[in-house]
């Protein structure tokens, strides 16, 4: 059964540091979506592509964070300089149409010292 | 604003009665709802998708009831047994699909 996939799994990094996060979505899956996800709550998206393109990023911390999907295939998650509160689980889902279901990655947790 | 209200307790419920979880929102206009299922550390698993003219959706255990009106979806396992034992969370989607949001979540346990 496909899967999505990320890497690392898990990532300790110091403030100040860069980390980047990479996610490879189910074969053919045009939506491609990013999410912060701190215990207890919900996930928050950060940003959505279809294919290569952002279509919604409002929630993310540009000054800090970016994300890009150059092929319209895997997508890099970076954040830099990290901050202590970045600490979270980051999440990468893709669904093969817009408002459809998402299929999640294991996610990568980040914690930030 | 924009909000999404999920039980905000834990749910104990007894193995093999009915468990039902809420989802409220205020200020959204949703074309779909959608409930995933999480067990701890992993990402979200897909349970069910409702759109805006159903009232109601079924999967094997699962239902899903969505009113417009009162701004309210329900999710219901019945015969519930310890493996569905897990956080369950709604989300909101708006027509284009551009906005996508979560509620934060109902942990459920069943109890042997």
């Known amino acids: 059964e496909a899967e999505v996939a990320q890497s690392p799994r898990y990532k300790i990094t110091e403030k100040s540091q860069a980390v980047a996060f990479w996610c490879d979505p189910i074969?053919?899956?045009?939506?491609l979506y990013w999410y912060r996800q701190i215990l207890g709550q919900g996930p928050e998206l950060l940003v959505q592509?279809?294919?290569?393109?952002?279509?919604?990023d409002s929630q993310l911390p540009k000054d800090r964070f970016s994300a890009e999907r150059l092929k319209g295939v895997d997508s890099t998650l970076k954040i830099q300089p990290a901050e202590l509160g970045d600490s979270a689980m980051y999440l990468c889902?893709?669904?093969?149409?817009?408002?459809?279901?998402?299929?999640f990655g294991p996610g990568t947790r980040l914690t930030v010292t | 604003s924009q909000k999404i209200e999920q039980n905000s307790e834990a749910l104990n419920i007894q193995e093999g009665k009915t468990a039902t979880l809420t989802c409220n929102y205020t200020?959204?206009?949703?074309?779909?709802l959608q409930w995933y299922r999480q067990d701890p550390g992993r990402g979200p698993v897909f349970l069910l998708l409702?759109?805006?003219?159903?009232k109601e959706k079924r999967k094997e255990r699962l239902k899903v009831t969505f009113d417009t009106t009162l701004k309210q979806s329900l999710f219901h396992i019945t015969a519930s047994q310890p493996a569905d034992s897990a956080t369950y969370l709604c989300?909101?989607?708006?027509?284009?699909?551009?906005?996508?949001?979560f509620g934060t979540g109902t942990s459920l346990t069943v109890i042997p």
């Open positions: 889902a893709s669904s093969a149409r817009t408002s459809g279901e998402q299929y």
């Open positions: 074969s053919g899956h045009a939506t």
């Open positions: 592509f279809q294919d290569e393109s952002v279509v919604d």
């Open positions: 200020n959204y206009s949703p074309a779909y």
């Open positions: 409702i759109r805006e003219n159903e």
């Open positions: 989300a909101l989607s708006t027509n284009t699909g551009n906005q996508f949001y």
